[in-house]
């Protein structure tokens, strides 16, 4: 068994049950309404609280890495996703339902961190290790809403599946308990920054950190506009879909699902595609997909078309955050700290941006907050062609 599959395997299998994770969390939050009497405004706090608790473990995790060491960091951090998830099945006082829902994004943002830092550091600078790092994301992230309801059509109840993602979960903790990750930032070991003074690649060492480079801003800006789009198409697409009054419920619902059918099927081809084609003209290519297809899906209410545009959404969306991290690597490579940093920039769009649109819902209707989404799909396509602009510079 090789070692690098003996490195990736641990993240790759976290990255499945995590998926998995983020998508139960709104697939069981009807039933936890239900049974725990609370209202849709504490609902909307417990997911908030998940999202804000996401962001702060890039906070976190550098932090407690140099204070511990990664390894202990990341065991102890997943460790909080089984602890917690077991905590909300019991149902406690709202107040402790916040703390570990908190909790639950700091592991899961954890999971990421370090998933997306090992993969990076040892796939050579070539995307396709990312890339399908992210389709175990989707492929959990496809199965959670279907296993949930198996279990409870079978009769089972939603704790079950939530059993079941603790198990996973604390699976998980086990596999990165026997990862080796001394050698993988060898920049921040003593021995490695010995060896680095020694070697004849010394003056990578001294190259600017990434707080001094114009593409960790561009990139992360990027990724901070694409997760205010895709957390607003899984959060807020099937109310906008209902207000439109041409599908049925079942029919919005079904069509968020088909997104992550078409993220799975995107990430394979963007996987493969990333072997043969530059990574930055696939991120431009990409993002004047997403934004041919997200007008279109705004300027229409014909079904036909609304699935076409949902699904080539879904389909162009899959290869944007793995491609654009795998793009900035050469810049926050074996830094933690930038890293962290990146992925910060990123969570605070999936945040922001689902709370602008809910507010201008509010005042001016679902509709109309739908279509300031394009602001977003614009500026994508905006700093993806900066991106080129500055690597044909740097050529």
Same mark, same amino acid.
């Given at each position: 068994m090789s070692s690098k599959f003996k490195l990736f395997f641990p993240c790759y299998f976290a990255f499945l049950v995590n998926g998995a994770m983020v998508l139960l969390v709104g697939a069981i939050l009807p039933y936890i309404i239900d049974e725990a009497g609370i209202n849709y405004s504490v609902a909307g706090g417990l997911l908030s609280a998940f999202a804000i608790g996401n962001l702060l473990a890039s906070f976190v995790n550098p932090v407690l890495a140099g204070k511990i060491g990664r390894k202990?960091?990341?065991?102890?951090?997943?460790?909080?996703?089984?602890?917690?998830?077991?905590?909300?099945?019991?149902?406690?006082?709202?107040?402790?339902?916040?703390?570990?829902?908190?909790?639950?994004?700091?592991?899961?943002?954890?999971?990421?961190?370090?998933?997306?830092?090992v993969v990076n550091d040892n796939s050579d600078g070539k995307p396709a290790a990312l890339n399908l790092l992210h389709m175990t994301f989707a492929v959990g992230a496809f199965l959670a809403p279907f296993l949930t309801s198996l279990y409870v059509n079978m009769g089972l109840g939603w704790r079950a599946i939530v059993y079941t993602i603790i198990a996973g979960s604390s699976l998980?903790?086990?596999?990165?308990?026997?990862?080796?990750?001394?050698?993988?930032?060898?920049?921040?070991?003593?021995?490695?920054?010995?060896?680095?003074?020694?070697?004849?690649?010394?003056?990578?060492?001294?190259?600017?950190?990434?707080?001094?480079?114009?593409?960790?801003?561009?990139? *992360?800006? %990027? $990724?901070?506009?694409? !997760?205010?789009?895709?957390?607003?198409? /899984?959060?807020?697409?099937? @109310?906008?879909?209902?207000?439109?009054?041409?599908?049925?419920?079942?029919?919005?619902?079904?069509?968020v699902s088909v997104t992550w059918v078409m993220v799975m099927l *995107?990430? %394979? $081809?963007?996987?493969? !595609?990333?072997?043969?084609?530059?990574? /930055?003209?696939?991120?431009? @290519?990409?993002?004047?997909?997403?934004?041919?297809?997200?007008?279109?899906?705004?300027?229409?209410?014909?079904?036909?078309?609304?699935?076409v545009a949902i699904a080539g959404l879904g389909f162009f969306f899959a290869g944007i955050y793995p491609t654009t991290v795998s793009a900035v690597g050469k810049v926050i490579k074996g830094s933690n700290t930038g890293m962290s940093m990146f992925l910060a920039i990123a969570a605070l769009g999936g945040i922001v941006t689902p709370q602008i649109i809910g507010v201008v819902a509010d005042g001016m209707g679902m509709v109309a907050a739908i279509v300031i989404l394009a602001l977003n799909a614009t500026g994508m396509l905006i700093m993806a062609f900066v991106n080129m602009k500055i690597n044909r510079q740097n050529a």
């Open positions: 202990a960091t990341i065991v102890s951090m997943c460790l909080l996703i089984p602890t917690m998830l077991f905590v909300i099945t019991l149902l406690p006082p709202v107040p402790v339902m916040y703390a570990a829902f908190i909790l639950i994004g700091i592991g899961r943002g954890s999971v990421s961190i370090i998933n997306n830092a998980a903790c086990l596999f990165y308990a026997l990862m080796k990750l001394d050698y993988n930032w060898p920049k921040d070991s003593k021995k490695g920054k010995k060896e680095a003074g020694q070697s004849e690649n010394a003056d990578e060492s001294r190259a600017k950190p990434f707080y001094k480079s114009g593409l960790f801003y561009i990139m *992360g800006l %990027l $990724l901070f506009l694409y !997760l205010g789009l895709e957390n607003c198409v /899984n959060g807020w697409f099937v @109310t906008y879909f209902k207000s439109m009054g041409i599908m049925s419920d079942t029919y919005a619902t079904n069509l *995107g990430r %394979l $081809l963007t996987a493969k !595609l990333s072997t043969k084609i530059n990574k /930055n003209v696939l991120i431009l @290519t990409n993002c004047i997909a997403t934004a041919v297809f997200f007008f279109l899906l705004i300027a229409t209410k014909n079904l036909a078309v609304i699935t």
